[in-house]
Nanobody, 124 residues
């Protein structure tokens, strides 16, 4: 039983930065795979970045301007996003799963626990 709560979204201008937080409760998630997804109106939910116990991964659309990290003491995963673009506008969701693989899944169906999402809006 894992509860995830996202925060840190907001309305910013293109080129700005945001730090999104995924706070977990119920169980420690230090050995869980955790990923960020985003969903814009009329579009499919898509993978943004993920982290497991030793690896990270990110989508090409955000590579080089995003950083995913853990703070195990806070039971939290963060996504730092820089140089934001209007096409980054979406609801950003945190997801987690117990998984015995050494790579990070990009598939929504592989994740069991989901947060409610936090809105990111980037104006041009």
């Amino acid at each position: 039983q894992v509860v995830l709560v996202e925060s840190g979204g907001g309305e910013v201008q293109a080129g700005a930065s945001l730090r999104l937080s995924c706070a977990a409760s119920g169980r420690a998630i230090n050995r869980y795979d955790v990923a960020w997804f985003r969903q814009a109106p009329g579009k499919e939910r898509e993978f943004v970045a993920g982290i497991n116990w030793r690896n990270t991964d990110s989508a090409d659309s955000v590579k080089g301007r995003s950083t995913i990290s853990r703070n195990n003491a806070k039971n939290e995963v963060r996504l730092q996003m820089d140089s934001l673009k209007p096409e980054d506008t979406a609801v950003y969701l945190c997801a987690a799963v117990w998984r015995d693989k050494d790579y990070i899944s990009r598939a929504t169906s592989d994740y069991k626990y989901w947060g409610q999402g936090t809105q990111v809006t980037v104006s041009s």
